[in-house]
Every structure is written in structure tokens, then in C-alpha cells.
T-cell receptor, first 114, second 115 residues
Framework: GDSVTQMEGPVTLSEEAFLTINCTYT??????LFWYVQYPGEGLQLLLK?????DKGSNKGFEATYRKETTSFHLEKGSVQVSDSAVYFC?????????????FGTGTLLAVQP | KAGVTQTPRYLIKTRGQQVTLSCSPI?????VSWYQQTPGQGLQFLFE???????NKGNFPGRFSGRQFSNSRSEMNVSTLELGDSALYLC??????????????FGPGTRLLVL
């Protein structure tokens, strides 16, 4: 079945460091890919998404490119801030019918120190 | 526009009891999905409703059920609660759940503790 694998955390960085969180997927169809972020005590917020190969999603300085050849959707940010500390989830939605079920990775905790 | 709202936010129950959680989607959204989040299993899909019909169901026992009303509000019910049902239950809404890459908007969740 479809699945998402993302790097184990926690990831601890100093402010202004470069961030990469790896995400790879397995899907039988043509999935859409998402990054969601969860701040403590809150629900999930969509960070960015990409719906087809070579699409780049971007938001708030975060970027991820849909790489079909490597089945990857790695999240990057050039300069992290303390306020970016949260749990990041990679997810896919395999649109092959009338459903938009999301399959999530295990989440990566990011801690940014001042 | 108001976001997805979930009630109650926190709940404590004992084993064997049942519980009903409520979700109000964003106005105009007709698809509502439910997810369970636990430290051990992560985020898992429970079910999705569209136009009062269950359109997809995850791999959960029959103790987990849901429904959707004509105004798109949704409820989920868990009967005969077990300790392992302690989790954060998240509701998400989207326009109609049929577009590639359609965004799902999540509520803040209901945190259920089963004692």
C-alpha cells in the first residue's frame, strides 16, 4: 500500500541554520504531496503542497520539490527561526477516486535554539 | 471565514464508556475526514464523509463510527472505550475531496483520555 517515510527526529538547529527534512514516498498512482506543521497543543496546518512531478511548493521560506524519479519531497528552509520549532509531517493523497485520504509520515520534531 | 471547530477540546472517560466527538467544517466545505493521532501509531485515517455518506474508511474496529449531517457537521462515536483509544482526534474539512491535491484544513483536535 501507499506509504510515507520521513527522517527521524528530533532535529536540533541553531537560529539561521539551513534546514532539510527528508521525505520519500511509495504510491501506486499519481499522488499529491503535502507538508503539514503542528505547533504544540494545536492541530495541523498546511505548510505547502505539490500536485505533480517537478512542482515546487513554497510558503513562509519553506520549499519542497516533487521528485518523481527519486520518489521524494524533501522540505528545506534557508534560515530557520526559533518560531519554526514544531513537528513537521510529510503526507500524500493518492487521488485515484472519490476520496482524499491523507497518509502521513511519522513526523519530525524540529527544535531551533536561539 | 471561521476555521474547523471541534468540541469538546478535552475529554476524560473510563474504560467501557462511549464518547461522541463533534466537528464543524469550514462553511461551504462538504467533505469531512477524521484522524487519530497517538505517539505510537502516529496519524491514522479513520473515515471520510461527503454528503452524509461515508466515502472511505480506515482500518479501525467497528467500535469507531461516524456520521455527517445535512449541514456537513460531523460526529464520531467510539463505543466500549479501551485504554488504547486515548489519543488526539483530528477533524479535517475540504471542499469536496475530489480534486487532486485538494487542501484539507484541520481543527485543533479533541484530546481523549481513557482511564
Amino acid at each position: 500500500g501507499d506509504s510515507v517515510t520521513q527522517m527521524e527526529g528530533p532535529v536540533t538547529l541553531s537560529e539561521e541554520a539551513f534546514l532539510t527534512i527528508n521525505c520519500t514516498y511509495t504510491a501506486t498512482g499519481y499522488p499529491s504531496l503535502f507538508w503539514y506543521v503542528q505547533y504544540p497543543g494545536e492541530g495541523l496546518q498546511l505548510l505547502l503542497k505539490a500536485t505533480k512531478a517537478d512542482d515546487k511548493g513554497s510558503n513562509k521560506g519553506f520549499e519542497a520539490t516533487y521528485r518523481k524519479e527519486t520518489t521524494s519531497f524533501h522540505l528545506e528552509k534557508g534560515s530557520v527561526q526559533v518560531s519554526d520549532s514544531a513537528v513537521y509531517f510529510c503526507a500524500l493523497s493518492d487521488y485515484g477516486g472519490a476520496t482524499n485520504k491523507l497518509i502521513f509520515g511519522t513526523g519530525t520534531l524540529l527544535a531551533v535554539q536561539p | 471565514k471561521a476555521g474547523v471547530t471541534q468540541t469538546p477540546r478535552y475529554l476524560i472517560k473510563t474504560r467501557g464508556q462511549q464518547v461522541t466527538l463533534s466537528c464543524s467544517p469550514i462553511s461551504g466545505h462538504r467533505s469531512v475526514s477524521w484522524y487519530q493521532q497517538t505517539p505510537g501509531q502516529g496519524l491514522q485515517f479513520l473515515f471520510e464523509y461527503f454528503s452524509e455518506t461515508q466515502r472511505n474508511k480506515g482500518n479501525f474496529p467497528g467500535r469507531f463510527s461516524g456520521r455527517q449531517f445535512s449541514n456537513s457537521r460531523s460526529e464520531m462515536n467510539v463505543s466500549t472505550l479501551e485504554l488504547g483509544d486515548s489519543a488526539l482526534y483530528l477533524c479535517a474539512s475540504s471542499l469536496d475531496g475530489q480534486g487532486a491535491g485538494e487542501t484539507q484544513y484541520f481543527g485543533p483536535g479533541t484530546r481523549l483520555l481513557v482511564l
